[in-house]
């Protein structure tokens, strides 16, 4: 018995048992979602390389469902909706979320900043689906509340709005109206996690609020902005609700095969090629890996600060 329990006549209890009950809560939380991962994630991976690599019966294809895919003629014309959709989106995304979280940051103490951020949050809250919806009510200048301002615009009709050259701004604006939200709201605690020290240090050198932004705010960001950025790629490479809806509310002014992921599902279920469906899906994913493999590197995503 060591002197310091001699003293109380009480022997300590086992500090291992204390230290194991947030370590064993910690492992409860994260089995959930390990099942969920495996559930809905590694087990269609998996179902999803076996008919990659397959034919119809079953045996061994190598690449000839990779090469069918892109042979096929909507292929390049989607990959390159795609990617220009993702240049809009992206951009837009780290510009005007970072702009308005920094904003919204500066507005704290003015008592509005919490209203905004509830405002900015409503949208997240629709179903990708139903927001297409909305947008299509909105982008119809017979119906919608702002039609004078299309009107404004010159475009008298719905076809004139979805026009297809309009497509990647419109699917922009909606992917920003749903999506953005919840990144500011995510961007502005990042913000609150900046040492006051340091702003106030900035402050006091005579840092203006852009200076401060420039080189204070947004580096410390970095790392979130990297994360958005990557969920975001992902998510935007998917793209399939909004042409999906806008092809049958348009009677295929957008195209049933506008993006990758609408042409995989052309193929699974119109083409019944589920083989060749299965290989764009494979393709989307390991872009999407290889990607945040690169911003990862690039970026110290996991660097110790």
Not at 131 to 151: A, C, E, Q
Not at 176 to 193: H, K, P, Q, R
Request: charged residues 10%; proline residues 4%.
């Amino acid at each position: 018995m060591s002197a310091s329990s001699t003293r109380t006549g009480r022997a300590r209890p086992p500090i291992a048992r204390k230290a194991w009950r947030p370590v064993r809560a910690g492992h409860g939380f994260v089995a959930a979602y390990c099942v969920l991962l495996v559930a809905f994630g590694v087990v269609p991976t998996v179902y999803a390389l076996k008919f990659a690599f397959t034919d119809a019966g079953a045996h061994f294809a190598g690449l000839s469902n990779f090469t069918s895919a892109a042979d096929d003629f909507r292929f390049t014309p989607a990959l390159e909706h795609v990617g220009l959709y993702l240049v809009f989106w992206l951009i837009s995304l780290v510009v005007l979320v970072v702009g308005l979280s920094l904003l919204l940051h500066r507005m704290a103490a003015q008592g509005v900043s919490k209203a905004l951020r509830f405002l900015y949050y409503i949208p997240g809250a629709l179903a990708g689906a139903a927001s297409v919806m909305v947008w299509l009510f909105l982008l119809d200048p017979t119906v919608s509340p702002v039609g004078f301002l299309l009107r404004a615009f010159g475009y008298d009709t719905f076809g004139e709005v979805i026009a297809p050259g309009h497509l990647p701004i419109l699917f922009t604006l909606i992917a920003f109206w749903t999506g953005a939200g919840g990144w500011i709201v995510v961007m502005y605690g990042a913000l609150n996690n900046i040492s006051p020290d340091i702003l106030e240090a900035a402050r006091i050198d005579g840092a203006g609020a852009w200076q401060t932004a420039r080189s204070i705010q947004i580096p410390l960001l970095r790392k979130w902005i990297v994360y958005m950025v990557i969920l975001a790629f992902a998510g935007g490479t998917q793209l399939f609700v909004e042409p999906q809806l806008l092809s049958q509310a348009s009677t295929g002014v957008a195209g049933r095969d506008y993006s990758l992921n609408q042409l995989s599902y052309d193929f699974a279920f119109e083409n019944n090629n589920v083989n060749t469906a299965a290989a764009i899906s494979v393709e989307l994913l390991v872009v999407g890996l290889v990607v945040a493999g690169i911003f990862v590197a690039r970026s110290g995503f996991f660097d110790a600060d």
